[in-house]
């Protein structure tokens, strides 16, 4: 089959316009089936995340953007004393929008001596010894750095937060490449002095052995009564719930990602049958020279398959290059969605380029096949 390569490109050259035009086509359409993946794979790992089922949030009762939970801090020294408790970590967030948004910018300030053990980041730039010991020093996710444009020694303000950039982080967590990660003392005195002595979260990890939503109930029974009321829920089901009107929309999407594979289907299935009909004399010479229709059928096919998988490498590639370099992300009430490229994407669009390139060549390959030579000779 190798030695009719020059053939089959020869022919696609010979309609370069139309070759161009549905190679682009193609593209445009995998470019697009990329970043939905992207985002439903985004959404994936946040809320089905092993590790986030075997940590807990505690939020005040009946909130939910952040700025409106107030915990006592002391609540985490109540709650580290319950069965089954491994770690608490006091958290204060602030983040310039509740609302859904691409461009959100969350501050999570943690204890300094429990940032480390608390979070999987990878310093690239900075040191933590230099953070420790700057009042005001921050972390800063290597997407907002990029977005943002931050480098170590700059100052960056956000509303009445101003920090200066110690140092930018790689996360175990994607997610987390969209975070701030200051010291909680200065995070709570950077916004009035009524934050003090309050945090938004607790995030309580747990032992191996301990019944997670044993330990939900019992935390919020110990301060059903208290000064303030908390809900606890596991690390996956409150991001679920933080996302509920976003997760709505990425599953719409869903829909969007099955269109732009009907897309490449009909364009790369148009294109075939137009080549076809134009070259049914060509065919009938070819079998005349002694080609069995199995071996034109072949060729067409090949045409197809090589139109879009062309096509879709093209914006399989684009779309892998600009997701990882853009740093993208919705986020909706200090929760963030990470649009990171992966394996498995590359994998998924390299075989529905495919298998559309083979669906689309099937039926004009089958009348090319059995088109009748006396018939085709005939044609002008």
Known sequence: MFRFAPYVFKSLWRHRGRTLLTVTGSAVALFVFCFVTAVQQGLERLTKDKQAERTLITFQENRFCPASSKLPEDYARTVAKLPGVKGVVPIKVFTNNCRASLDVVVFHGLPTDQLQSA???????????????????????????????????????????????????????????????????????????????????????????????????????????????????????????????????????????????????????????????????????????????????????????????????????????????????????????????????LVTGGAVSLVVGVLAGIVPGWQAARAEIVTALRQA
């Open 119 to 345: 979070r999987d980041l990878t310093l690239l730039t900075g040191s933590w010894t230099e953070y420790a010991a700057k009042t005001d020093g921050a972390i800063v996710g290597q997407a907002v750095a990029n977005r943002r444009r931050l480098k170590v020694g700059q100052k960056f303000t956000l509303g009445e937060v101003t920090v200066s950039v110690v140092g930018t982080c790689r996360s175990a967590v994607p997610a987390e490449d969209n975070f701030i990660f200051t010291h909680l003392d200065f995070l709570q005195r950077a916004r009035g002095k009524n934050s003090v002595g309050t945090v938004t979260q607790l995030e309580v990890q747990l032992a191996d052995n301990a019944d997670a939503d044993a330990l939900a109930s019992q935390i919020d029974a110990a301060f059903h009564s208290g000064p303030v009321a908390t809900t606890t829920r596991s690390k996956g089901v409150f991001q679920r719930d933080t996302l509920a009107d976003l997760a709505e929309l990425i599953g719409l999407a869903h829909w969007l990602g099955y269109a732009c594979v009907g897309l490449v289907l009909a364009l790369v299935a148009t294109t075939t049958v137009m080549a076809v009909q134009d070259r049914l004399k060509e065919h009938a010479v070819l079998q005349t020279l002694g080609l069995r229709p199995l071996r034109i059928f072949r060729l067409v096919l090949a045409e197809s398959m090589l139109q879009s998988a062309t096509g879709g490498a093209l914006g399989i590639g684009i779309g892998m290059i600009l997701l990882a370099w853009g740093g993208f992300s919705v986020g909706a009430e200090g929760v963030t969605i990470a649009f990171q490229p992966s394996l498995d994407m």
